[in-house]
C-alpha cells in the first residue's frame, strides 16, 4: 500500500513539474530578451528537476538502499584549474548554534574536493536578513567532522556537524571578495 501511495505521490510531483515547464515554454513564444532568457532558464530548471526524480527512481529500483544520489551544485574553474566545490543551499532563518548537512552528501562531495585539493564550501543564503546575505562554511577536505544521527522513523538520518562561528556571515560584496581570496 505505501509503494503504490509513493508512486502516486511520485507521478503526480513529476506531472505538476512538467505542466509548469509546459506553462513556461507557452510564455517564451510570446516573450523576448532578458524576460526571455529568465523563462528559459525557469523551464531549463523545472525540466532538469523532472529529469532528476525520474532517474532517482530508476536508480532506486536498480540498487535500492545500496546507492546514494547527490550533484555537486558548483564548481569553481579559475585560470584553468578546479578552486572550490560549493553545495549553494537556501534557509529563512540564520544558524544559531550548529551547521549541520546530510552526512552521505557531504562525504561524497569531500571525495571530490580531496580529488582537486581545493576546498568544499556550503553557501547558504539567509532570507532572514535584508539584502543579500550568506553563510559560508569552507571545509578542509582532510579535516575531521562530527556525525550524528537525528529524526524518528523513516526521517531518521545522520548529519555532519560544525559549530556555527567556524562560519562567516557575509553581504554580497564580501562574498565577492571571499571568493577573489580562493586560490
Request: charged share 30%; net charge positive.
Amino acid at each position: 500500500m505505501k509503494q503504490v501511495q509513493l508512486l502516486r505521490s511520485f507521478d503526480s510531483a513529476l506531472s505538476v513539474l512538467l505542466r509548469e515547464a509546459q506553462r513556461y515554454e507557452r510564455e517564451l513564444l510570446l516573450t523576448q530578451g532578458t524576460e526571455r532568457y529568465v523563462l528559459k532558464s525557469i523551464r531549463n530548471r523545472i525540466c532538469e528537476a523532472a529529469m532528476g526524480l525520474q532517474f532517482s527512481k530508476y536508480v532506486g529500483e536498480a540498487y535500492g538502499k545500496k546507492a546514494a544520489l547527490t550533484d555537486i551544485d558548483c564548481v569553481l574553474y579559475v585560470k584553468g584549474r578546479v578552486t572550490a566545490i560549493f553545495e549553494m543551499k537556501r534557509r529563512r532563518e540564520d544558524f544559531r548554534k550548529y551547521i549541520m548537512a546530510n552526512a552521505r552528501q557531504f562525504f561524497i562531495l569531500r571525495k571530490f574536493a580531496r580529488m582537486f585539493d581545493v576546498p568544499l564550501i556550503y553557501l547558504y543564503r539567509i532570507e532572514e536578513f535584508q539584502g543579500d546575505s550568506y553563510r559560508i562554511l569552507e571545509v578542509d577536505p582532510e579535516e575531521y567532522v562530527k556525525v550524528i544521527e537525528l529524526g524518528n522513523g523513516h526521517a531518521r538520518d545522520h548529519y555532519a556537524v560544525w559549530d556555527v562561528h567556524r562560519s562567516q556571515l557575509l553581504t554580497g560584496e564580501q562574498f565577492v571578495e571571499f571568493l577573489r581570496g580562493l586560490r
